[in-house]
């Protein structure tokens, strides 16, 4: 038996020094190597970096967005993105940094022009160094975008630059039939308001609008169910809206009141000065409108949330503002995303009692903010509306829904979200225009209050940013 386990002993001892040998000279190779290459450290959060989203056409101009797929932060500082002309660059920003699951917008029309038949190419610093690309042969319509975020194939879908793809057109959910009458009335005379009326307000017996040349209209009933300026008080023409301090021209887009009526001031959104048109100025303006007799307004105070945002167009910032009590937040659990906790009121100083939540039409998102007297301003909440831009917010209290409008550019389409289980709001229902309202450029809408509900519906308003026909407001019906 000794005789036959030795040489089986010396096989195997033989085998392991050859093992050894092996490993040795692999390992002297891969030293050698090492020493030779630069570390691959950085190579795999280079490639977790990916073109996201495009946008070439629309409502915003030429972006491109980056999202981060791994699980690691990415310095991104002098990253080069190139369209298919080598000499065109557009280089990142020093001190950007994407997180896990992050994505940045960058707006690249000061360095080229993103075409119909063109490429978004990413570099490593220097340029030379290809991260992504992607090529296409027609426009966008509005986004070009990676579903899943990062790790898709790209296809049409509605803009959600600096938030989640939305997959599938129009957000992946087909439009109901609107909730209400198919018929659509002109609500005002001929011809006295022009072209952009957009946002709307209704309180009681009168209805606020917002008109982006700077302009806040009081408006009464006519008798006949529709609208007209109201003759005292200087509202004849509507009141001239001016920054504090009394300078520059609010390009008013949205109006809302708080809890405490018009006697709390009415809040405007603002997404520029049209003294400065070229420059974003997202803003939230507050006006006294209970008194004075004068044909202007000055602000008494602004918040600007320019800073805190990503970057849109001059002319694609704030386009809706709503507000919503706390009491209704915090009785559906609203999250503060600021906290990841409950929303917690308390934890502010005065601040008109809600939240406001700011839609904004390059992107379609919507945000909500609480607005501190003393002129602080926090972010509570992020929301990807699915469309590719929201010209109007509405809070319905008597059915706790949020309201979302888009324009002609989503052929008029209509959402309500509720807060879900989670504490954010979620998308509840997607409903068309009414059949007998044409594909206008509405940007604002407005219900009735629950004691207007006749035979089960209510009135609901639309200003039509474009005068169609000589008119501007437009009466409709919604199930109460």
């Given at each position: 038996m000794l005789e036959i386990r030795a040489p089986r002993r010396r096989r195997r001892l033989a085998v392991f020094r050859r093992t050894l040998l092996r490993l040795a000279v692999a390992g002297s190779t891969m030293a050698a190597a090492a020493a030779m290459s630069p570390p691959a450290a950085h190579a795999a959060p280079a490639d977790d970096i990916r073109i996201n989203e495009v946008v070439t056409t629309g409502s915003v101009d030429d972006s491109v967005e980056l999202f981060n797929k791994g699980t690691a932060a990415v310095d991104i500082s002098g990253w080069i993105l190139k369209d298919d002309n080598n000499s065109s660059k557009f280089t990142v920003p020093s001190g950007t940094t994407l997180a896990p699951g992050g994505v940045r917008a960058f707006d690249v029309s000061g360095a080229f022009g993103l075409g119909s038949g063109d490429k978004a190419r990413l570099y490593l610093p220097g340029g030379s160094t290809l991260v992504d690309s992607f090529t296409w042969s027609s426009h966008s319509a509005p986004s070009w975008s990676r579903c899943p975020d990062g790790t898709g194939a790209f296809g049409q879908a509605s803009l959600t630059l600096g938030a989640p793809n939305n997959c599938g057109s129009g957000g992946g959910t087909s439009p109901q039939a609107w909730p209400g009458g198919s018929t659509v009335a002109t609500a005002d005379a001929s011809d006295v308001f022009g072209p952009d009326l957009s946002g709307l307000y209704e309180e009681g017996s009168v209805l606020w609008g917002a008109q982006n040349s700077g302009r806040l209209w009081r408006l009464v009933r006519d008798g006949s169910g529709g609208w007209r300026p109201d003759t005292a008080n200087g509202w004849t023409s509507g009141k001239t809206l001016r920054f504090p301090g009394g300078t520059g021209a609010p390009d008013s887009e949205a109006v809302t009141l708080t809890g405490a009526g018009a006697t709390g001031g009415a809040y405007v959104a603002s997404e520029r000065n049209g003294d400065a048109s070229g420059t974003s100025r997202l803003s939230v303006l507050r006006y006294d409108v209970a008194t004075g007799t004068g044909s202007a307004l000055t602000a008494t105070k602004?918040?600007?949330?320019?800073?805190?945002?990503?970057?849109?167009?001059?002319?694609?910032?704030f386009e809706a503002i709503t507000w919503v009590p706390d009491t209704a937040l915090t009785a559906a659990g609203f999250k503060d995303e600021s906290t990841g906790t409950a929303y917690d009121p308390g934890r502010f100083g005065a601040h008109t009692g809600g939240v406001f939540f700011l839609g904004v039409e390059g992107t379609g998102t919507v945000y909500g903010y609480v607005l501190e007297d003393g002129g602080a301003a926090t972010r509570l909440a992020t929301i990807g509306s699915g469309m590719a831009?929201?010209?109007?917010?509405?809070?319905?209290?008597?059915?706790?829904?949020?309201?979302?409008?888009?324009?002609?550019?989503c052929s008029g389409q209509h959402r309500t979200m509720r807060i879900g289980a989670t504490g954010s709001f979620a998308l509840a229902a997607v409903h068309a225009r009414p059949t007998g309202m044409p594909n206008l450029n509405n940007e604002g809408f407005a219900l009735a209050a629950a004691d207007e509900c006749v035979g089960g519906t209510k009135p609901v308003y639309w200003a039509d940013d474009g005068n169609t026909g000589g008119h501007a407001i437009r009466r409709g019906s919604v199930a109460c």
């Open positions: 602004e918040w600007n949330l320019t800073a805190g945002l990503p970057a849109v167009g001059s002319n694609a910032g831009g929201v010209m109007e917010l509405q809070w319905e209290p008597q059915a706790s829904r949020l309201w979302l409008v888009c324009d002609d550019t």
